[in-house]
């Protein structure tokens, strides 16, 4: 059974006057300074930091958005991991029960739109949202850097730099997904928010600890070899992964470090291991394959965010119009 | 008479074990105010919703000026104005921004839009405080500004769910005067209502629903006819003798009932006011009072449930 006319047809007069709604509303206002705020804070201490220690780094300009040390212990990267789905979740947790609420759903609905271009103009609007807000922020941070460093940023830092703003919006939109899920599923915008909340606190806070445990329990043992090190590893990242922030942690790690090869090189590290690969060059990795090492955590999030929305779209389709 | 606007037939609509609309049918025809009457619950503003391809039919047909409101929602959308039960706008824009989202919704052109808006502002009296925002607005402002979306999109069928419920009785009759206008305009009107008296007034034909049931369809009249037996009640105030056999034999006079010294109470199933004139002024009398009562959807609609009653306890 063919539906008659196109389910864009309205999308983009959704998304303007969601974008607008967006752009002028106090929430979003105290969201952006919130996280322009802490940003700049991390950057300067970055900076602070860099300014020390003037090693020799071919990489100096991408460890503004690395660096942790000083007052705050957390870098401009790890900032936004935490602080972007507080932004998404802001933005979405009332966008569909909020017309409910209204009582401005049913009709809106009566117009000749398909409840598609609803969905998909909201979703759309708060992104973009998103986008802008990082966007400028991340003009924000190349601008202190070149002033406060006097150094010029390479062509790659750049790239660097870009594709982590791509990829930190794509991690924007998992959580904006999701808290649109929220949003369709629970009527009371107060209950959605509460859940979106509690999952990223559950996710950040304590899935961490919880998925080495889960990890250590299903593959424990001493280890005999390497294999079963990395063996473990394993097992370990994928419980780690099925938070998003870990999925945008690791490549982060990789993307705006050249030197980082693999994305356990981190965990092995940390147990004072190093991974040397045969035949391998040491050094630094081009642009393209960084991105080739976590290039399936950078599709896991694309399709996370599928994922949810499709979720959220199947459910808001099925849903009752009357209040 | 052309086609009818809206065609429903054998319309039903379960929600899992309920049946919320059971077997309605009805049509309504062009330039017609058509009631759809009932306590809250009845199954009218599901009728509306699948009326609007805004939920969907369980079984039966309906079509909206031809379309199906299933397979063709935007064609039916395109022509059809719908102000739901207590509407709302976004508090936070002005009536002027609502109207505006709305109309590039219904796809105007930029240059027909301010035009359309402005006129449908004039004739629900909004024009004046268009560019405050609608938070500010009382009920029956958001309903006319409902209104005012409907005449800008320039609807063949207007459909109205409860448009009177929660006013003042000035807002009403503002709010019926507007919807008397979109008849003159030629709009067919679907209006769902609980109060029956408001109603009466502006509706030109009635379906009551009780229960999801279409029990009874038809003019005013038509049911005061057929379930009052007379519709109409004339009060004559009157001196003179023997007036009472007069009036008795006035045609149309179903039951004359003395109901004081010098009044007499006449059912009839018509209005027979001219007749019990001339039949008093003829006998000598002389007249000092005569009104109508014309049916009334509240004493048709007692009367039938208490029917109903009856016959469920005989």
């Keep these: ?323 | 008479m052309s086609e009818p606007l809206i065609e429903v037939r054998h319309l039903s609509k379960q929600y899992g074990e309920t049946t919320v609309v059971d077997d309605a049918s009805f049509t309504v025809n062009g330039g017609e105010i058509f009631g759809l009457l009932g306590p809250n619950g009845a199954g009218k503003t599901t009728t509306i919703l699948m009326l609007l391809g805004l939920t969907e039919i369980s079984s039966g047909q309906a079509r909206m000026l031809g379309h199906d409101p299933e397979r063709e929602p935007l064609a039916v959308k395109r022509r059809v104005g719908y102000l739901p039960d207590s509407v709302g706008f976004y508090d936070h824009l002005t009536g002027l921004d609502n109207l505006r989202y709305t109309a590039r919704l219904m796809g105007m052109s930029e240059s027909e839009r301010e035009a359309r808006i402005a006129t449908a502002l004039r004739r629900v009296d909004l024009y004046a405080v268009a560019d405050k925002r609608v938070g500010t607005f009382s009920r029956g402002m958001r309903q006319r500004l409902g209104l005012a979306e409907i005449l800008m999109k320039d609807a063949a069928i207007a459909i109205l769910d409860e448009p009177t419920s929660g006013l003042d009785p000035q807002a009403t009759l503002e709010l019926l005067d507007i919807i008397r206008g979109l008849k003159r305009d030629g709009v067919s009107v679907l209006l769902s209502s609980h109060l029956l008296d408001r109603v009466q007034s502006v509706c030109d034909r009635v379906a009551l629903f009780q229960k999801g049931r279409i029990v009874l369809i038809g003019t005013v009249g038509e049911l005061g006819r057929q379930i009052l037996g007379g519709g109409y009640a004339v009060e004559v105030e009157a001196q003179g003798p023997g007036l009472a056999e007069r009036l008795k034999q006035v045609p149309g006079v179903t039951m004359v009932e003395q109901t004081g010294a010098d009044r007499v109470r006449l059912l009839a199933d018509r209005d027979v006011r001219p007749e019990a004139a001339a039949a008093v002024v003829s006998a000598g009398g002389r007249l000092l009072r005569l009104s109508v009562e014309e049916p009334s959807l509240e004493m048709i609609y007692t009367r039938y449930f208490q029917d109903q009653g009856e016959r469920h306890a005989a």
């Design chain 1, 1 to 323: 059974m063919q539906r008659e006319g196109s389910p864009w047809h309205g999308v983009g007069i959704v998304f303007l006057k969601e974008l607008s709604d967006h752009l002028t509303s106090m929430r979003m206002r105290v969201l952006e300074w919130l996280v322009v705020i802490t940003g700049i804070a991390a950057v300067y201490s970055a900076i602070q930091q860099i300014r020390e220690v003037t090693a020799e780094d071919p990489f100096l300009f991408l460890r503004l958005f690395t660096r942790a040390g000083g007052q705050l212990p957390l870098s401009f990267v790890s900032l936004l991991s935490f602080l972007v789905p507080l932004v998404a979740i802001g933005l979405g947790f009332d966008l569909v029960n909020s017309e409910h609420n209204q009582r401005t759903l049913s009709r809106i609905l009566a117009q000749p739109i398909y409840r598609d271009a609803l969905l998909f103009g909201k979703f759309l609007a708060g992104l973009a949202t998103i986008a802008i807000g990082l966007l400028a922020l991340w003009l924000f941070v190349i601008g202190l850097g070149l002033l406060l460093l006097g150094v010029p940023p390479s062509g790659e830092e750049l790239a660097r730099a870009l594709v982590i703003l791509a990829v930190t919006i794509v991690y924007a939109g998992v959580w904006l997904a999701l808290a649109i899920l929220f949003s369709i599923i629970f009527r009371s915008a107060a209950t959605a928010a509460l859940v979106s909340l509690g999952l990223w606190l559950f996710l950040t806070i304590l899935w961490p600890p919880l998925s080495q445990f889960l990890a250590a329990a299903v593959a424990a043992g001493p280890v005999t070899s390497a294999g079963e090190l990395l063996g473990q590893l394993d097992t370990l990242q994928a419980f780690a992964r099925l938070s998003p922030g870990e999925l945008y942690g690791e490549v982060v790690a990789v993307v705006l470090d050249p030197s980082v090869r693999s994305t356990q090189q981190t965990l092995l590290a940390s147990m004072g291991l190093a991974l040397v690969e045969r035949g391998s060059i040491p050094g630094a990795l081009p642009l393209l394959q960084s991105v080739l090492v976590v290039w399936a955590q950078i599709v896991s999030l694309v399709a996370a965010t599928i994922l949810l929305f499709v979720v959220g779209y199947v459910v808001f389709q099925r849903q009752e119009v009357r209040a």
